[in-house]
């Protein structure tokens, strides 16, 4: 079973769908995805939306 995040979910206009085995590694996808497309500082984003982006992932 994959863990899945897709930036969509998160209210972004983007159709990046990350995958990973862990919500660890997963979270790390993310936030490398986030500076890399989106401009946004990892260290920046604040516990409240991590927990939105925790409540995003999906088990497939
Ligand atoms: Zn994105």
Redesign the pocket.
């Known amino acids: 079973m994959a863990k899945v995040l897709r930036?969509k979910d998160l209210g972004?206009g983007?159709t990046?769908e990350l995958r990973a085995e862990t919500e660890e590694e997963l979270l790390k996808l993310a936030a490398e995805?986030?500076e890399k497309?989106?401009g946004i500082q990892a260290s920046s984003i604040p516990p409240s939306i991590l927990a939105m982006v925790k409540a995003a992932i999906r088990d497939e």
């Open positions: 930036c972004m983007c990046k995805h986030a497309d989106h």
